[in-house]
Nanobody, 125 residues
Framework: QVQLVESGGGLVQAGGSLRLSCAASGRTFSSYVMAWFRQVPGKEREFVAGITWSGGSTYYADSVKGRFTMSRDNAKKSVYLRMNSPKPGDTAVYYC??????????????????WGQGTQVAVST
C-alpha cells in the first residue's frame, strides 16, 4: 500500500512559479506510475501530468504542456510538479496519484489506486 502526501500549494501570481511535491510511503514506490490531477468544484478530476516508473517518460495535458514539468526521485520516494507561468485557469486542488496496474501512464483518474489529500493552488491575476 502507498500513502501520498502533497505539499507546496498556495497562492501564486500569474506568470510566477510554484513547485508541488508529493511524498510517498511504501516499499514499492519505484514500481508505480505516478500522476498529478486537478479538480475544481463541480467538475471532474482532470489529468495534468504523468510519469512512468523509471521517470524516463512524461506526459502532459495540452493545457499545461510547455509550462509544467513533472519529475520523480525514486530514492526520495517523491514526485514533483513544477508550475511555470501559471494562469488563473490553473486554479484548482491538485492531487497526486499512484497506479500499479500498468506500466503506462493513464489519463483516466479511475486507473489510479492511491490518492493524496490534495493541495490547493490559487493563481491570481
Amino acid at each position: 500500500q502507498v500513502q501520498l502526501v502533497e505539499s507546496g500549494g498556495g497562492l501564486v501570481q500569474a506568470g510566477g512559479s510554484l513547485r508541488l511535491s508529493c511524498a510517498a510511503s511504501g516499499r514499492t514506490f519505484s514500481s508505480y506510475v505516478m500522476a498529478w490531477f486537478r479538480q475544481v468544484p463541480g467538475k471532474e478530476r482532470e489529468f495534468v501530468a504523468g510519469i512512468t516508473w523509471s521517470g524516463g517518460s512524461t506526459y502532459y495535458a495540452d493545457s499545461v504542456k510547455g509550462r509544467f514539468t513533472m519529475s520523480r526521485d525514486n530514492a526520495k520516494k517523491s514526485v514533483y510538479l513544477r508550475m511555470n507561468s501559471p494562469k488563473p485557469g490553473d486554479t484548482a486542488v491538485y492531487y497526486c496519484a499512484a497506479g500499479r496496474g500498468s506500466a503506462r501512464v493513464a489519463r483516466a483518474y479511475t486507473a489510479y489506486d492511491y490518492w493524496g489529500q490534495g493541495t490547493q493552488v490559487a493563481v491570481s491575476t
